[in-house]
């Protein structure tokens, strides 16, 4: 639109101009080709085509695609331009209907007695330079800088004021007509090359280890060094536009800096020839990076030209793209460009190109003296980014055409060096690769980490080095390494605990050892349960041998045992030391939603993780025995503590002593099959058996089916499949409180569809089925 009514204006203008022009834009989607696609076709679209086209001739083209082939590429560009030529005759009509007046306007032209003059003094020594192979960029600029200064002495001397005052300008002529002539007349370049030939390309991957990405790219005498920094997805640039994307996570900032071309400039920001080759490398790369789902990196691309003698855009592209695996990206493939040129002969009478030579990978100079300069830059299987740069009014649409299959070529040859030195995404090391981590909260736990003003977030990042971005719902960590990954999600660990998934390995403490086991602290002040069977593939005696209080250890979650204990596992991580080193940054650490096995955090679990305390006449078992009857109850969860296992251990000793005489030693107890007592065991044995996580030391045993009236039994002896007979010592609504003997109470929950009549002080054959959430006995009726 803005090119079309530029034009209009100048037809319209009184200011002398050779339009108008007719610019279109073309998208694809579905194989399908559109003519001026709206924004929303566009977001769909493989191919965005800008072309500016006079009736004729072609002036411009613009290209981002998806790897495009040339085939379809050409197919568009016949598309285009006459749709794009549409534009031209309404413009001439209103310019006849209201416009103004062409000025006059008067060439100034050198006369050709000037020209002959200064053509045969420098004409000679030119051509022995061209034809010189030898010379390199700087050594050939000046070897036409001291042709320049001998003309310029002759015509000191002979007082030519004409000569002198276009010297500069002529002696250009001279040189372009000797280099056109002798591509032209006998297919030889300035550098000696065959015109569809490439210089000779040196590149390397990683020369920079210490950063995220780098590589040098190298082709003839240009020289590119190109960097990749990976951040959070909250450092993505913002962009203040009406239209399009508010954010771009993409970067690439390319610079040309004066010591490239051996000057000493100074600097003074970007000019439009950086952002512009910026933006073309920055648009070929794009087509090749993973989906933002998949890689939410912030990615920035920084190019710095070492040295220039031509395509230092199309140097960016392919050093971007090895950059981009060295950092670990997962790019489909590598990306490489090359700049086409082209050497025309114009009939004088007639202005149109009688003759002319395409050529591949073009010099500075041959930039500068030639007429086209095509930038094509894709991947093996298409084209991603072009931008033409013409110095005539338009060339004809065939011959650009035609310079799509020589570009292809020389990509070809261009990507044969390049994945031979990286073809694959590096591995990175986790000294300097950076880590994400997308975590899944609840807003109430992501307003516990926060903090008051945002005070707990800060000393987090101070305290580790990391960075915290939050949204709704999520927590996303950017950390420079592995280390500082684990040690910031270690911090947010304690502060609101991560969902415990079966299968996740977890950084604990231990807090206490015991001669089954070692209780473990982990995710935010949980407690876990190491079994002895768990400490190693090797068999192990005593706990002690193997870890010790205070010590830290990475333990994977096996799942939980009866009572409800969280089991963890060390010997299960042994055979993964060294698999956590990520292969690719694209696959690094990024939590993806998914559906495991998960253990919900302890204060989500439909259970109260409390102290157990015994009941008594007064307050019964459960505060109210509102249980929900169920056809098919799973046995009850428990998660106990290693303080609350200390005081289990107390009260056994204590309640074992006062039956027995303190001056009995319990290993010396004798116990008769008809005795009304269960069969004690040592202190050890009975507290090995309380708290094993091995459920198959509490599935029913025969040898635990003891006979009538167990008088004085313990709590903490009572095993599930144990039947004894109780006494019911209160009807609820819901159920029975039994009197176990000994003080203990257990509960019996109403079978649905039995109807049956019970009474107080009515003795009933029960069975151990499972334990309540408080470690009351569930007891369930027991037929002979």
Same mark, same amino acid.
């Given at each position: 639109?803005?090119?079309?009514?530029? !034009?209009?204006?100048?037809? #319209?203008?009184?200011?002398?101009?050779?339009?108008?022009?007719?610019?279109?834009?073309?998208?694809?989607?579905?194989?399908?080709?559109?003519?001026?696609?709206? *924004?929303?076709?566009?977001?769909?679209?493989?191919?965005?085509?800008?072309?500016?086209?006079?009736?004729?001739?072609? &002036?411009?083209?613009?290209?981002?695609?998806?790897?495009? !082939?040339?085939?379809?590429?050409?197919?568009?560009?016949?598309?285009?331009?006459?749709?794009?030529?549409?534009?031209?005759?309404?413009?001439?009509?209103?310019?006849?209907?209201?416009?103004?007046?062409? @000025?006059?306007?008067?060439?100034?032209?050198? =006369?050709?007695?000037?020209?002959?003059?200064?053509?045969?003094?420098?004409?000679?020594?030119?051509?022995?330079?061209?034809?010189?192979?030898?010379?390199?960029?700087?050594?050939?600029?000046?070897?036409?800088?001291?042709?320049?200064?001998? $003309?310029?002495?002759?015509?000191?001397?002979?007082?030519?004021?004409?000569?002198?005052?276009?010297? =500069?300008?002529?002696?250009?002529?001279?040189?372009?007509?000797?280099?056109?002539?002798?591509?032209?007349?006998?297919?030889?370049?300035?550098?000696?090359?065959?015109?569809?030939?490439?210089?000779?390309?040196?590149?390397?991957?990683?020369?920079?280890?210490?950063?995220?990405?780098?590589?040098?790219?190298?082709?003839?005498?240009?020289?590119?060094?190109?960097?990749?920094?990976?951040?959070?997805?909250?450092?993505?640039?913002?962009?203040?536009?009406?239209?399009?994307?508010?954010?771009?996570?993409?970067?690439?900032?390319?610079?040309?800096?004066?010591?490239?071309?051996?000057?000493?400039? @100074?600097?003074?920001?970007?000019?439009?020839?950086?952002?512009?080759?910026?933006?073309?490398?920055?648009?070929? %790369? #794009?087509?090749? #990076?993973?989906?933002?789902?998949?890689?939410?990196?912030?990615?920035?691309?920084?190019?710095?030209?070492?040295?220039?003698?031509?395509?230092?855009?199309?140097?960016?592209?392919?050093?971007?793209?090895?950059?981009?695996?060295?950092?670990?990206?997962?790019?489909?493939?590598?990306?490489?460009?090359?700049?086409?040129?082209?050497?025309?002969?114009?009939?004088?009478?007639?202005?149109?190109?009688?003759?002319?030579?395409?050529?591949?990978?073009?010099?500075?100079?041959?930039?500068?003296?030639?007429?086209?300069?095509?930038?094509?830059?894709?991947?093996?299987?298409?084209?991603?980014?072009?931008?033409?740069?013409?110095?005539?009014?338009?060339?004809?649409?065939?011959?650009?055409?035609?310079?799509?299959?020589?570009?292809?070529?020389?990509? &070809?040859?261009?990507?044969?060096?390049?994945?031979?030195?990286?073809?694959?995404?590096?591995?990175?090391?986790?000294?300097?690769?950076?880590?994400?981590?997308?975590?899944?909260?609840?807003?109430?736990?992501?307003?516990?980490?926060?903090?008051?003003?945002?005070?707990?977030?800060? @000393?987090?990042?101070?305290?580790?080095?990391?960075?915290?971005?939050?949204?709704?719902?999520?927590?996303?960590?950017?950390?420079?390494?592995?280390?500082?990954?684990?040690?910031?999600?270690?911090? $947010?660990?304690?502060?609101?605990?991560?969902?415990?998934?079966?299968?996740?390995?977890?950084?604990?403490?231990?807090?206490?050892?015991?001669?089954?086991?070692?209780?473990?602290?982990?995710?935010?002040?949980?407690?876990?349960?190491?079994?002895?069977?768990? %400490?190693?593939?090797?068999?192990?005696?005593?706990?002690?041998?193997?870890?010790?209080?205070?010590?830290?250890?990475?333990?994977?979650?096996?799942?939980?045992?009866?009572?409800?204990?969280?089991?963890?596992?060390?010997?299960?991580?042994?055979?993964?030391?060294?698999?956590?080193?990520?292969?690719?940054?694209?696959?690094?650490?990024? =939590?993806?939603?998914?559906?495991?096995?998960?253990?919900?955090?302890?204060?989500?679990?439909?259970?109260?993780?409390?102290?157990?305390?015994?009941?008594?006449?007064?307050?019964?078992?459960?505060?109210?025995?509102?249980?929900?009857? !169920?056809?098919?109850?799973?046995?009850?969860?428990?998660?106990?503590?290693?303080?609350?296992?200390?005081?289990?251990?107390?009260?056994?000793?204590?309640?074992?002593?006062?039956?027995?005489?303190?001056?009995?030693?319990?290993?010396?107890?004798?116990?008769?099959?008809?005795?009304?007592?269960?069969?004690?065991?040592?202190?050890?044995?009975?507290?090995?058996?309380?708290?094993?996580?091995?459920?198959?030391?509490?599935?029913?045993?025969?040898?635990?089916?003891?006979?009538?009236?167990?008088?004085?039994?313990?709590?903490?002896?009572?095993?599930?499949?144990?039947?004894?007979?109780?006494?019911?010592?209160? *009807?609820?609504?819901?159920?029975?409180?039994?009197?176990?003997?000994?003080?203990?109470?257990?509960?019996?929950?109403?079978?649905?569809?039995?109807?049956?009549?019970?009474?107080?002080?009515?003795?009933?054959?029960?069975?151990?089925?499972?334990?309540?959430?408080?470690?009351?006995?569930?007891? !369930?009726?027991?037929?002979?």
């Amino acid at each position: 639109m803005a090119a079309n009514a530029t !034009s209009a204006a100048l037809m #319209l203008s009184d200011i002398p101009w050779g339009g108008p022009i007719g610019v279109i834009r073309i998208g694809r989607i579905c194989g399908q080709f559109i003519v001026n696609p709206s *924004i929303n076709e566009l977001s769909m679209s493989d191919l965005n085509l800008v072309y500016a086209c006079t009736r004729d001739k072609t &002036l411009m083209i613009d290209v981002q695609a998806r790897e495009i !082939s040339e085939r379809d590429l050409e197919a568009a560009l016949r598309l285009a331009h006459p749709e794009a030529a549409k534009y031209l005759e309404p413009q001439i009509r209103l310019a006849a209907k209201a416009g103004k007046q062409k @000025k006059e306007y008067k060439l100034s032209m050198v =006369s050709k007695e000037t020209i002959e003059k200064i053509r045969n003094l420098a004409e000679a020594p030119i051509e022995a330079v061209f034809t010189d192979p030898t010379y390199g960029k700087f050594e050939r600029g000046e070897a036409l800088d001291r042709i320049t200064q001998d $003309v310029k002495k002759t015509l000191e001397e002979e007082r030519d004021e004409e000569g002198l005052k276009f010297l =500069s300008k002529t002696v250009d002529t001279v040189r372009k007509e000797v280099v056109r002539r002798r591509i032209i007349s006998e297919g030889s370049r300035v550098d000696g090359r065959v015109l569809d030939e490439v210089r000779p390309v040196y590149c390397e991957a990683g020369n920079l280890p210490v950063l995220h990405g780098s590589s040098l790219f190298s082709r003839g005498d240009t020289q590119v060094l190109c960097t990749v920094t990976l951040g959070a997805p909250g450092q993505a640039q913002r962009l203040d536009s009406v239209v399009g994307p508010s954010t771009k996570r993409f970067m690439l900032h390319y610079s040309f800096p004066p010591f490239c071309i051996n000057e000493v400039g @100074k600097r003074v920001g970007l000019n439009r020839r950086e952002v512009g080759h910026g933006t073309l490398a920055e648009k070929a %790369l #794009l087509a090749v #990076l993973p989906p933002e789902d998949d890689f939410p990196y912030t990615v920035r691309i920084n190019s710095e030209v070492m040295a220039s003698d031509g395509s230092t855009s199309m140097a960016t592209v392919c050093g971007g793209s090895m950059a981009l695996m060295d950092a670990g990206i997962a790019v489909r493939e590598h990306v490489a460009g090359v700049s086409v040129g082209l050497v025309s002969e114009v009939d004088s009478a007639t202005g149109e190109i009688k003759d002319y030579r395409i050529l591949t990978d073009i010099l500075g100079l041959e930039d500068h003296l030639g007429d086209m300069d095509f930038k094509i830059a894709g991947t093996r299987k298409g084209v991603t980014a072009i931008q033409l740069d013409i110095k005539p009014a338009g060339i004809p649409l065939d011959i650009i055409c035609e310079c799509l299959e020589p570009a292809l070529r020389g990509r &070809l040859q261009i990507l044969d060096h390049m994945e031979r030195e990286i073809d694959a995404p590096h591995a990175k090391d986790d000294r300097n690769s950076p880590r994400l981590a997308t975590l899944k909260y609840s807003n109430d736990a992501i307003r516990r980490l926060i903090g008051p003003l945002g005070a707990l977030k800060r @000393k987090i990042e101070e305290e580790t080095g990391a960075r915290i971005s939050v949204s709704d719902g999520t927590l996303t960590l950017l950390a420079k390494n592995q280390a500082v990954m684990e040690k910031v999600q270690e911090k $947010v660990d304690l502060v609101i605990g991560r969902e415990i998934e079966v299968g996740g390995i977890y950084k604990g403490t231990i807090t206490s050892i015991k001669e089954y086991g070692a209780f473990v602290e982990f995710n935010g002040g949980q407690q876990g349960l190491l079994h002895i069977s768990e %400490l190693s593939n090797e068999p192990v005696t005593r706990v002690s041998d193997v870890v010790s209080v205070g010590q830290q250890l990475s333990l994977m979650c096996i799942g939980q045992d009866v009572r409800g204990n969280i089991k963890l596992s060390l010997k299960a991580t042994l055979h993964r030391i060294g698999s956590n080193a990520d292969d690719t940054v694209g696959e690094l650490k990024v =939590s993806a939603p998914k559906e495991p096995n998960v253990l919900p955090p302890v204060n989500q679990l439909h259970i109260q993780q409390e102290k157990e305390d015994s009941p008594s006449e007064d307050q019964p078992f459960e505060h109210n025995m509102n249980v929900e009857i !169920s056809s098919s109850s799973s046995p009850a969860i428990l998660i106990r503590s290693a303080a609350e296992c200390e005081e289990e251990e107390k009260y056994s000793a204590v309640d074992l002593s006062s039956r027995n005489g303190s001056s009995t030693s319990r290993s010396s107890l004798k116990l008769k099959t008809e005795a009304p007592d269960l069969n004690f065991r040592s202190d050890d044995e009975d507290t090995d058996e309380r708290h094993s996580a091995d459920p198959s030391l509490l599935q029913n045993n025969p040898n635990d089916m003891e006979t009538d009236n167990v008088a004085n039994i313990s709590a903490r002896r009572l095993k599930i499949g144990m039947v004894l007979t109780a006494k019911v010592h209160q *009807i609820r609504a819901r159920g029975l409180v039994l009197d176990l003997g000994g003080g203990i109470r257990g509960m019996y929950r109403f079978e649905t569809g039995v109807k049956r009549y019970f009474g107080v002080g009515e003795e009933l054959r029960v069975k151990c089925s499972s334990f309540s959430g408080k470690g009351i006995p569930v007891m !369930s009726l027991f037929e002979e």
